[in-house]
């Protein structure tokens, strides 16, 4: 249990379009979802927190404009990146916590990542 | 400066040999410490988590220890494989849940 998936798992674009990625806890409900982008040989640094039904939280530094989140279900929170610019390529990746097998856990789970190139 | 340290930066090994993997904390309070596996590409993936209270946790191969004391954690790999190739990742979980992570140490393991 407690599976985090993500879509899609590349993509590569042109500068100035939009992006948008996907986020889903499979077999648990999400209450929490975060947002964390890695550059090569780099730790994960958050971006932002969502909690369900709630506006995301954004860290210091990461554009809450360039960066939309959105956290509308239990189960699926998605980030779309506005505007892609060739410094905004690299790999995201989403976490989530909530409730497994109907009890809540502090635990985040990973997904896999999104690895975003912008030309 | 980052409230967790982790050395080597990178460390290369061959195939069936042991290796330790340090990490170093300032956080406080903290809650729990966890070692995450990080294959290229891929998302973080948890070895183990230990509270304040508990000095070692095994999971197979992997062994992790705690000094709460000293704010120092290891991690233990043995008999390695060539599939433990990955970063490893340690992370402090503050009291209010918040996650601070080391920047990682990169294990290469050669034939």
């Known amino acids: 249990g407690a599976v985090v998936s993500q879509h899609p798992s590349w993509v590569i674009c042109k500068s100035g379009t939009s992006v948008k990625i996907e986020c889903r806890s499979l077999?648990?409900?999400?209450?929490?979802m975060f947002w964390y982008r890695q550059f090569p040989k780099q730790s994960l640094m958050l971006m932002a927190t969502?909690?369900?039904?709630?506006?995301?939280?954004?860290e210091q530094g990461v554009e809450k404009d360039k960066f939309l989140i959105n956290h509308a279900s239990l189960t699926l929170s998605t980030l779309t990146v506005t505007s892609a610019h060739p410094e905004d390529s690299s790999f995201y990746i989403c976490s989530a916590r909530g409730y497994v097998a109907h009890r809540h856990t502090d635990t985040q789970y990973f997904g896999p990542g999104t690895r975003l190139t912008v030309l | 400066k980052n409230q967790v340290e982790q050395s080597p930066q990178s460390l290369i090994i061959l195939e069936g040999k042991n290796c330790t993997l340090q990490?170093?904390?300032?956080?406080?309070?903290?809650?729990?410490l966890r070692w995450y596996k990080q294959d290229t590409g891929r998302g973080p993936v948890s070895l183990t988590i230990?509270?304040?209270?508990?000095n070692t946790k095994s999971n197979g191969r992997y062994t992790a220890t705690l000094d709460a004391d000293t704010k120092q954690s290891s991690l233990h790999i043995t008999a390695s494989q060539l599939s433990d190739s990955a970063s490893y990742i340690c992370v402090v979980v503050h009291n209010n849940n918040d996650m601070r992570f080391g920047a990682g140490t990169r294990l290469t393991v050669k034939p």
């Open positions: 990490c170093n904390y300032t956080v406080s309070p903290f809650s729990n």
């Open positions: 969502s909690n369900e039904g709630s506006k995301a939280t954004y």
């Open positions: 077999d648990f409900q999400a209450t929490t």
């Open positions: 230990m509270t304040f209270s508990e």
